[in-house]
């Protein structure tokens, strides 16, 4: 009698540890795509947005300039300009980017490079129409606030994905306080019963 109380108790405790190791790997889990979700909303959303609307100042700065002809702009800010979006272009293209949102960064890109080249030759020879840069800044405007709206999306969708963690995470919490009781029930009643010799 006295080995099988020993397994009684043995078995009891293992089944404890087992019921707490599974519950801690499904939070564990549930805890790390909580902190992705998270951890993208802010990377991948609010910091691209925050250099989508950066480059959207800049811009206008330009536009502004072009529609008060402003040769000074040209001359002395406009490189810096450049060169201010450029690095925004750069961190941007380091953040996550969805299919469509890659196709229309790609387009923002390539705009801009066809700015440059007839800020060049505006300023250069004056050959260039003020009316083509304004369609080419135009174009640059579209393509920003597109990728704007791309990040409220994918923000709104990382925050339901966020939610939807929490609801599990409730979820699971209160499933796992009912099994503790359970089990606890279950232990008390493994080592303290003992079946009556006939």
Do not use: C
């Not at 805890?31 to 979700?37: A, G, I, M, Q």
């Not at 272009?89 to 440059?116: A, C, G, P, R, W």
């Not at 339901?160 to 209160?174: A, E, G, P, R, W």
Request: proline share 1%.
């Amino acid at each position: 009698m006295i080995n099988i109380n020993k397994i009684k108790k043995v078995v009891s405790i293992l089944l404890v540890f087992l019921i707490v190791l599974t519950t801690n790997l499904v939070d564990k889990d549930n805890f790390n795509s909580l902190k992705k979700s998270v951890t993208t909303i802010y990377e991948d959303r609010i910091v691209a947005s925050d250099l989508l609307f950066e480059s959207l100042l800049l811009i206008h700065e330009k536009e502004t300039a072009l529609i008060s002809s402003d040769s000074l702009f040209y001359q002395k800010r406009n490189k810096q300009t450049n060169d201010e979006i450029k690095n925004y272009i750069e961190v941007y293209d380091q953040t996550k980017l969805t299919s469509k949102e890659h196709i229309l960064f790609n387009e923002f890109k390539n705009e801009f490079n066809h700015l440059k080249k007839l800020e060049e030759s505006y300023v250069g020879s004056k050959s260039v129409n003020k009316s083509e840069l304004l369609k080419s800044i135009d174009k640059i405007t579209n393509k920003l606030q597109s990728l704007s709206k791309i990040q409220l999306e994918e923000g709104k969708q990382q925050m339901f994905i966020s939610n939807k963690t929490i609801k599990t995470i409730d979820l699971f919490t209160q499933i796992e306080i009912v099994f503790l009781i359970m089990m606890a029930i279950l232990v008390q009643f493994i080592i303290f019963y003992d079946p009556k010799k006939k």
